[in-house]
């Protein structure tokens, strides 16, 4: 199944700027029983978002109206600890297509490339200055320009570039999964073992 092309994203951000967060955080292992996708969105971040008679607590930022948006800011080293896949599903079912962090969990990063969520790796000061300009205006648009590599924040005018697996980003680009990629390359496969039997006869 074809999935939404990854160009360019302008939007503004939702922050959450605690360090160290893992994916026991992101979703929490009691709601791992599921076999699908769907609907981990509204378990995101759940012992934070909520008190445990299922209130929202108006602290968090994912409850404070002020904050929306495609793009979650996140503190340094984020999506550490266990390997589950969970927590990019959850992150991508609530909506955000871009995470921006000073620091990966290098798993979750590819579970989050693999699930069309785009991990922005930027520099600590990049990282502070971003937080910085949101909390002082939750109105502040970030854009990331995929094929260019850049993030940009629009209350400063800066731009820093990161890095991405040429694979995966050629993969974003044309809203291709792993399967969707090699039946789009079907016909250059099937050119290539042909040419290469081709010259395999030829030497023998």
């Not at 995929?146 to 890095?163: A, M, P, R, V, Y």
């Amino acid at each position: 199944m074809m999935r939404r092309k990854f160009t360019t994203l302008n939007s503004t951000c939702v922050p959450v700027s605690i360090e160290n967060i893992d994916t026991d955080q992101i979703i929490p292992a009691r709601f791992l029983k599921a076999t699908t996708k769907e609907g981990f969105g509204k378990n995101l971040f759940c012992d934070w978002r909520y008190d445990k008679q299922g209130n929202p607590l108006p602290d968090f930022p994912l409850n404070n109206k002020n904050y929306s948006g495609e793009i979650l800011v996140a503190g340094k080293n984020f999506g550490c600890g266990s390997s589950r896949e969970h927590a990019a599903w959850a992150i991508q079912d609530y909506g955000f297509k871009v995470v921006v962090s000073s620091y990966f969990a290098d798993i979750f990063k590819n579970n989050a490339l693999n699930n069309f969520v785009l991990p922005v790796l930027v520099s600590d000061e990049f990282l502070k200055e971003l937080f910085a300009s949101i909390y002082g205006n939750p109105k502040t648009v970030v854009s990331v320009d995929l094929e260019k590599q850049t993030i940009t924040n629009s209350s400063t005018g800066k731009s820093e570039h990161f890095d991405i697996n040429g694979y995966k980003k050629e993969c974003l680009l044309n809203g291709f999964d792993d399967i969707d990629y090699l039946l789009n390359s079907k016909s250059n496969i099937e050119q290539w073992e042909k040419n290469g039997n081709s010259a395999y006869e030829t030497y023998s």
